[in-house]
């Protein structure tokens, strides 16, 4: 039904994560209605992207350089590290502005089902940074789902015996949720955290 | 926040139509944790259907050739022209795999507040066809809506005069849809449109 540049654009599109056939059809047809230069610029972006970026080789997050500019900032608290299953959950932290210190991206979960263990993150890398010292609280941020919780856990009990504070950010309502509509674990996680007021 | 050559993917992303900035984001860390060469591939395919894609000199469809697949078909009836806006409306009918005709795409609507006259869309060119002969039938299936009925009359009151039977296509109730849902203006046209039983 499409000439095979337009069929070949349109299976590239369907590939991305949340783009379907009809999605794909949109995109492709406004990628062929662009000026030129504006899709130039879109696939140089996509493969500059690829060849420039790579891990930070302290903290994991993507970066152009040796070491990310969170990591570089002078004026970051290097007392603290929050640990992160992946770059996006670092970028939802600093979208919040409120946090100081630095990152650890472990590059997702333990998940023994999908071959996910220790090996396949990068705690290890995490434990050094922390041996160095100068690290005084680590803050656990993975995900409050069955393996976040576990990951959560096994690096807890890793560097606890390193005389660091660990602790893990808070589970329970999310601000404006309807207890009505919460499910019955965040509820429990939400009592359990109860504060004195 | 980000580093620069993913800030320019995100960027370049977030000027595709529907991809906010979240969606950008989740598609550009898709896109740096693809295979080397999916991404190439995808970089690829926007560039070479930039380059390699025109519109068929005939009907304006997308074609890589000087006439594209449909008119070059054989088997297509020629006494038949179905008239879109766009290429996606002619994609929809093709979809449906019932139409045997050829088509005409006008490349949209006419819409003075945006400056889209005659002379913007390719109506001089669907008048020459008819006035090469051969043509019993054109089907105008323009939306239906202020524009596309306006451009539906212009055309017809062109071409009925050339002797060739003009046809709009049928607005009334979408099929399995609601009466109690549809907008007043559906519900006249389904009226207006009844036939006998």
Same mark, same amino acid.
């Given at each position: 039904m499409y000439t095979p540049p337009l069929g070949k654009l349109i299976q590239e599109l369907e590939r !991305?994560?949340?783009?379907?056939p009809k999605s794909a059809q949109r995109l492709a047809f406004y990628i062929l209605h662009m000026p030129e230069e504006e899709a130039k610029a879109l696939a140089q972006a996509i493969l500059e992207a690829r060849s420039k970026i790579r891990p930070c080789k302290?903290?994991?997050?993507?970066? @152009?350089?040796?070491?990310?500019e969170i990591c570089s900032d002078?004026?970051?608290?290097?007392?603290q590290i929050c640990v992160v299953a992946e770059v996006s959950d670092l970028m939802a932290i600093e979208r919040m502005g409120e946090y100081r210190g630095l990152y650890h991206v472990l590059g997702g979960v333990l998940s023994p089902a999908d071959g996910?263990?220790?090996? @396949? !993150?990068t705690i290890s890398k995490l434990l050094e940074r922390v041996e160095?010292? +100068?690290?005084?609280e680590v803050i656990i941020a993975t995900p409050p789902t069955v393996e976040g919780d576990v990951t959560a856990s096994y690096i807890a009990d890793l560097i606890k015996p390193m005389g660091v504070k660990v602790t893990r950010i808070a589970l329970g309502l999310?601000? +404006?949720?309807d207890l009505d509509y919460a499910d019955p674990t965040t509820i429990l996680r939400a009592l359990e955290g109860r504060r004195e007021m």
């Amino acid at each position: 039904m499409y000439t095979p540049p337009l069929g070949k654009l349109i299976q590239e599109l369907e590939r !991305l994560p949340g783009i379907g056939p009809k999605s794909a059809q949109r995109l492709a047809f406004y990628i062929l209605h662009m000026p030129e230069e504006e899709a130039k610029a879109l696939a140089q972006a996509i493969l500059e992207a690829r060849s420039k970026i790579r891990p930070c080789k302290e903290c994991f997050n993507y970066t @152009e350089k040796e070491v990310c500019e969170i990591c570089s900032d002078p004026r970051r608290d290097r007392s603290q590290i929050c640990v992160v299953a992946e770059v996006s959950d670092l970028m939802a932290i600093e979208r919040m502005g409120e946090y100081r210190g630095l990152y650890h991206v472990l590059g997702g979960v333990l998940s023994p089902a999908d071959g996910i263990g220790p090996d @396949e !993150l990068t705690i290890s890398k995490l434990l050094e940074r922390v041996e160095r010292g +100068g690290v005084e609280e680590v803050i656990i941020a993975t995900p409050p789902t069955v393996e976040g919780d576990v990951t959560a856990s096994y690096i807890a009990d890793l560097i606890k015996p390193m005389g660091v504070k660990v602790t893990r950010i808070a589970l329970g309502l999310p601000a +404006g949720g309807d207890l009505d509509y919460a499910d019955p674990t965040t509820i429990l996680r939400a009592l359990e955290g109860r504060r004195e007021m």
